[in-house]
């Protein structure tokens, strides 16, 4: 399965964007969906989550702001950031893994399975 990650940009702090990860394969409807983000010198950190019936985790630091969604027909995923902050500039990716992944499993990137390429996302003024 390969993601394609994308809708990311420079943006201005308090605005919105909606990045989209589309599988080449219908894969998504049964998988759990994931977003991690990398922002500069700094390890990769999970942002959301959503399983396959649609279940949603997100990390304290985006929680009331980002939402994860998706849409299986179009076998996309998508984070909707709201009131984007500049400490959320980073290179945003998608991840599938299994559903039978237990919720501890969830934060973690190595138990997910296929990765895009990431899209990057810069909050600044």
Avoid: H
């Amino acid at each position: 399965v390969q993601l394609q990650a994308s809708g990311g940009g420079l943006v201005q702090p308090g605005t919105s964007l909606r990045l989209s990860c589309t599988a080449s394969e219908g894969a998504i409807s049964t998988k759990t969906v994931g977003w991690f983000r990398q922002a500069p010198g700094k390890k990769r950190e999970f942002v959301a989550a959503m399983r396959r019936y649609g279940t949603t985790y997100s990390s304290n630091s985006v929680r009331g702001r980002f939402t994860i969604s998706r849409d299986n027909a179009k076998n996309t995923a998508y984070l909707q950031m709201n009131s984007l902050k500049p400490e959320d500039t980073a290179i945003y990716y998608c991840a599938l893994g299994s559903d039978r992944l237990i919720v501890s499993s969830l934060y973690v990137e190595e138990n997910y399975d296929a990765w895009g390429q990431g899209t990057l996302v810069t909050v600044s003024s």
